[in-house]
């Protein structure tokens, strides 16, 4: 265990130092992280500190270790002891509503020189849009219109780009022949569209249209995107002593802005600014017989932020490899709910990244001995100069050993994968800084823990020490500072600790035995067996990766299920037999509200069941036949019974009671009208038998 502990170790030092430009992407994302971090109330950290943070962490492995060596703090006995980090300043009041607005966000304003625009749109996807629904949708966005009583309420998104800049974008867009002018009486102003920009690396930035109300009022639809591989797969690939992975990689070059897009769709890009005529004169597209009034500018490709746009992209992706390329075949595609493939040529494809993974001895990788690989790349370059789509030429790769593919760092001589290491480091650093101060809010630690479930993803185990982090802050308003909990804190601690040895190990066994567990809130089992390790390797390709939605099984559905009673999944996929139609889960945002009611009494008469679980628990009025004091009456009123079926339907009360109506169905009364031989009534078309009867059948269809 000490030398794999070790190994991993050694593997992550190796990664070096350094700086901005290593980080891509992250760096901006990472740079207001640790501002965001540094920013919170209490002691701040400089960058001399760092040796003393870590001096913090390693004495916090040993709680028995009272002596640590005085040297490593950088302190004299007169300063202070080491044992621990000085106490914050921090006094943060739990209920007061201290906000603290930490910019955690990506976001930025749009500055049009830093928007590379380099191609035209010049790919058609019509062609490779195999989906009728998606091809249907891509010339006419209006066929997934929902009905209005379905939209989404959203605000509208925000322009983060003065009109000058706006305009100089255009501009850009003019030149390559991806801008399009619309007159605003054409359009539906409410559904106009905001955009801003995220960081690409240190000189550029990419631009993003935000539709979000006109994605609010369409159809959702996925296909092709449920193929969609990401860079944590890797690890599932396993190499021998002897073996390399090679890799092979392609990177389409601005991807979304090389398709051509009819007007119609280029028309949900219309920017939510309105421009007078003489405004827009010098622009190549723009039309005086057309253009007389004031009038939107449109980007003419697709938009990243367009709820179609990733099905789009993955889909003319899919079927330009597959149908001119020959790649991507149903024994080499890599994706979530699939099977890993069984050879040593493994094929990824997410929207415009493409990689492909090839097993070979170590003699192929020192000769390049051509395989599978080679084949599929070659034919790949082709099909792209064929249809219109551009290779990027700095990060087309064949034929390497190590790299980051997919947001994974991948060594194929060492055989390990993990998340990029330089991030990791930073992240580590950034989660430091949050457990030494002790307080946090509910935003940021949202970002920091979801950042570390992205690196965990390489090394699963480890997220078995997250609990209390999920638990923090809930309730509270997302910017207001709060105290973190000892088991917080020792959390987050043992994420910087373990962060570094997050890795796979692509060279290790298949264990000889097969495991099954179960859990409940009372206790949890585990059984092995032993197998042979072919059989244990086919049943770990066929393990499900991804996940499902999972939720504690309800104790009387638990109950029913031990009676072998089928009751409501917990796990998993639903039966296809529903009533109702399937189920959703988790449910959409308009069924989503929670518990009304703990409980219900139906024909309560003096209520005495309710008034006993009035204490602690928030009791429905009940229903019950001619009595003013009970909340929805009777239940012969049909708005009544709707009513109640509507609380059935919505999930909202915790548990109902309540039986037949006792005027006709209790022993006592005399003269009886019905028997258990005989419990529909002795003369069933008796107005009161048949009103009664009725009333039991409502019972009976709401239990």
Known sequence: ??????????????????????????ADKLSRLMQACKELPGDLLRDEDLHSVADWV?????????????????????????????????????????????????????????????????????PFLA???????????????????????????????SRSEVLKLATKWDQKGALRIFPCDSVNHDEAVGIFAVSKDQDWDRLILNPVVINGRMQAYSNYTKSLAPGCLIGLVQLAND??????????????????????????NCIRIKFKPHELRHLSAFDPSLHSSDCYVALGSLAMGDSLAVEIAQQAHHQVLQQLAGSLRECERVSYRKAFPRGKFFEFLAIDDHLGLQVV??????????????????????????????QHPKKKRRGVVNGTFLGADV???????SAPRHRIGLLCFCTAILARKGCTTQKLLSCIVGSWIRVLMFRRPIMSIMSAVFQEGVGKPPNQVFRLSQQARNELLGLCILGP????????????????????????????????????AELWRHAEQRGFYTRLEASAASLLRELEIDAEPSFGQESSLHLLGPPSFPPPKHLREGYLFDCIELFKGEGNWSLSHAVGFKVHGGVDSNRTHVAF???????????????????????WHGGPPCFTYRTLRRPRIRSKAEPAGFNPDDPLTREQNSLARQIAFLF
Not at 10 to 20: C, E, I, S, Y
Not at 513 to 526: L, N
Request: hydrophobic share 35%; charged share 25%; with cysteine.
């Open 58 to 126: 390693r004495s916090g492995l040993n709680p028995y270790d009272s002596k640590p060596q005085k040297e490593s703090c950088g302190k004299s006995d007169a300063e202070g002891s080491c044992d621990k980090p000085q106490q914050s300043n921090l006094s943060v009041d739990p209920n007061s509503s201290n906000q603290q607005f930490v910019d955690t966000t990506t976001a930025k304003p749009v500055i049009a020189d830093r928007i590379k625009w380099l191609h035209s749109p010049a790919f058609d996807p019509r």
């Open 633 to 655: 009456g009777d239940l012969r009123d049909p708005a009544v019974s709707y009513e109640l079926r509507s609380l059935a339907c919505r999930g909202v009360v915790r548990e």
């Open 131 to 161: 989906d009728p629904v998606v091809r249907k949708a891509f010339d006419d966005p209006e066929t997934l219109r929902l009905p209005q009583s379905l939209w989404i309420k959203r605000p509208v998104g925000r322009v983060h780009c």
């Open 243 to 268: 073996e390399v992975l090679r890799i092979s990689a392609d990177d389409l070059a601005e991807m979304y802005y090389t398709f051509s897009v009819p007007d119609a769709r280029a028309k949900r």
């Open 411 to 417: 060594d194929g001589l060492a055989g390990r994968v």
């Open 501 to 536: 040895v997050a890795q796979t190990d692509m060279r290790v066994g298949t264990c000889p035995h097969v495991f099954c567990m179960d859990a409940s809130p009372h206790g949890a089992g585990i059984v092995q067996v032993p197998e042979a390790e072919h059989v244990v």
């Open 1 to 26: 265990m000490l030398s794999r502990v070790e190994s991993a170790v050694t593997h992550f030092l190796k990664a070096g130092t350094f700086d901005v430009s290593t980080l891509g992407r992250s």
């Open 361 to 390: 001895s170590r003699a192929a990788w020192r000769n390049s001995q051509p395989a599978r690989d080679t084949e599929v790349f070659h034919r790949a370059g082709i099909a792209y100069k064929q249809v219109g789509l551009i």
